[in-house]
T-cell receptor, first 111, second 113 residues
């Protein structure tokens, strides 16, 4: 079992729709969770992070964390073609300083 | 404000050679981490340095080494290059140990031929 799993996609949504990206992780002791966006040929950029169970909203983005089920998700409201990118889920593993990344989900927003 | 800067941006090396990649963190950031990203995969952790001390090492062979300087900049060295070392090498910095997220540089694209 991979430590951080994401569906590779592509996930295609129409412009204006809600895109839902999911991630599961195996280390039950993990405490910090991050979503990065990576455009083709570019480096990852941090969208948001979440520590506590529940929802965290930042503009059009909402991160959701459920530690009991070991999943974290990212919702993108009013999706725009400029949101088309690969979304990487990362977990800060307990007792270490390293992030474990998933393989990323490729999102396509269709105009 | 300057972000995380990496040099060089692209590099072509021959198998068996050695390479040094450089990274300057955001001003005030004390932590630097290195990641390797192969096409189609997420970044893989190589090293983390905080306050000039190694705080973490990923599952990479001893051919990979790194260090952090008093000004918090960092170098990643790879010896005896293999074809499989071809990848995007990313440096990331944070003020602390990464709990609030890392900021990544634009990366060094290494091609080994």
């Amino acid at each position: 079992q991979k430590e951080v799993e994401q569906n590779s996609g592509p996930l295609s949504v129409p412009e204006g729709a809600i895109a839902s990206l999911n991630c599961t992780y195996s280390d039950r002791g993990s405490q910090s969770f991050f979503w990065y966006r990576q455009y083709s040929g570019k480096s990852p950029e941090l969208i948001m992070f979440i520590y506590s169970n529940g929802d965290k909203e930042d503009g059009r983005f909402t991160a959701q964390l459920n530690k009991a089920s070991q999943y974290v998700s990212l919702l993108i409201r009013d999706s725009q073609p400029s949101d088309s990118a690969t979304y990487l889920c990362a977990v800060l593993t307990s007792g270490t300083y390293k992030y474990i990344f998933g393989t990323g989900t490729r999102l396509k927003v269709l105009a | 404000d300057a972000g995380v800067t990496q040099s060089p941006t692209h590099l072509i090396k021959t198998r068996g050679q050695q390479v040094t990649l450089r990274c300057s963190p955001i001003s005030g950031h004390k932590s630097v981490s290195w990641y390797q990203q192969v096409l189609g995969q997420g970044p893989q952790f190589i090293f983390q340095y905080y306050e000039k001390e190694e705080r973490g090492r990923g599952n990479f062979p001893d051919r990979f080494s790194a260090r952090q300087f008093p000004n918090y900049s960092s170098e990643l060295n790879v010896n005896a290059l293999l074809l499989g070392d071809s990848a995007l090498y990313l440096c990331a910095s944070s003020f602390g140990t990464g709990g609030d997220g890392y900021t990544f540089g634009s990366g060094t694209r290494l091609t080994v031929v």
